[in-house]
C-alpha cells in the first residue's frame, strides 16, 4: 500500500515544520499549503488522504476552506485551533470536519489523531459500510434494517431516542459529532435545553453499552463539543 499522503495547512512555520517532519519520521507522505486558497488548489489537484488543517489562515477562514472542500469531497479533515477558537473548532465540525487538534498538541496526540482517522477512512471503505445493513465494532452490533442492537450476543433493550443516538454515533464512527449536530439529528432541533436532555441520553445509553461506563470504550466524551464512537478493535 502506498504511504498516506496528508496535505499540511498552516501559516505558522514552527508548527508546519513541527508537522511535517513529525510525518516524515513516521512514512507518511504530505503535501505544504501556507495560505486558503492554495490549499483548497492542492487538495482538488492531489486528492490526498487526509487534511491537517489550521482554523485561523492569513487570506480566510479554514471553516470557508472546509466548505469549499466538502462541496466535491468527503475527504477527512482535522482542523487544528488554538484554544481561543473554540467556537469555531465547533462550526469547523459542524462544516463536515472529521476531528480537531488543539494547539499545543504533541506529535502523539497528532499522530493518534492520524490513526483514528485512517481506522474510521478504512472501515468507511470496507464492504460492511456500502451493504449497509449491520454495523459491527467489537462487542457491538447494530442490525440497521432490523432496528436492533446487541451487546456480546445480548439484545440491548434501548428506548427510541437511545437507539436513534446509538445509529446515529455509529454511522460516523471515528467521527466527532457536535451538540448541534447531534440534537439536530435527533429533534431536528438545537436548544440549550435538548443538549441538557441529550446529556441524560448519552448517561442511560452508556449504562446500558459499556462494561464501565465511568471509562467508557465506545462512546467518548469532547468537553464542551460533542461525543464521537471509537472503533473498538
Ligand atoms: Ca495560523
Not at 466548505?67 to 477527512?76: C, D, G, L, Y
Amino acid at each position: 500500500m502506498n504511504k498516506p499522503l496528508i496535505l499540511v495547512v498552516e501559516d505558522d512555520a514552527p508548527v508546519r515544520n513541527l508537522m511535517t517532519t513529525t510525518l516524515k519520521t513516521n512514512d507518511y507522505r504530505y503535501l505544504v499549503a501556507v495560505n486558503g486558497e492554495s490549499a483548497i488548489l492542492e487538495a482538488s489537484s492531489h486528492n490526498p488522504d487526509i487534511v491537517l488543517l489550521d482554523l485561523g489562515l492569513p487570506d480566510m477562514d479554514g471553516v470557508q476552506v472546509i466548505k469549499k472542500i466538502r462541496t466535491w469531497s468527503n475527504m477527512p479533515i482535522i482542523v487544528i485551533s488554538a484554544r481561543s477558537e473554540d467556537s469555531d473548532k465547533i462550526e469547523a465540525l459542524d462544516a463536515g470536519a472529521d476531528d480537531y487538534l488543539t494547539k499545543p498538541f504533541s506529535v502523539e496526540e497528532l499522530l493518534a489523531r492520524l490513526r483514528v482517522t485512517q481506522r474510521r477512512l478504512a472501515y468507511m471503505t470496507a464492504e460492511v459500510v456500502s451493504a449497509g445493513a449491520v454495523f459491527e465494532n467489537g462487542k457491538l452490533r447494530v442490525d440497521y434494517a432490523g432496528g436492533c442492537a446487541y451487546l456480546d450476543g445480548q439484545e440491548l433493550h434501548l428506548t427510541p431516542i437511545e437507539y436513534k443516538l446509538l445509529c446515529l454515533l455509529s454511522k460516523n464512527v471515528g467521527k466527532v459529532l457536535t451538540h448541534t449536530y447531534i440534537t439536530q439529528n435527533i429533534w431536528g432541533r438545537s436548544w440549550d435545553n435538548d443538549v441538557a436532555s441529550l446529556r441524560v441520553f448519552m448517561a442511560t445509553l452508556r449504562k446500558k453499552l459499556e462494561a464501565e461506563p465511568d471509562s467508557p470504550q465506545y462512546i467518548q466524551t469532547h468537553i464542551g463539543v460533542g461525543y464521537r464512537m471509537m472503533k473498538v478493535e
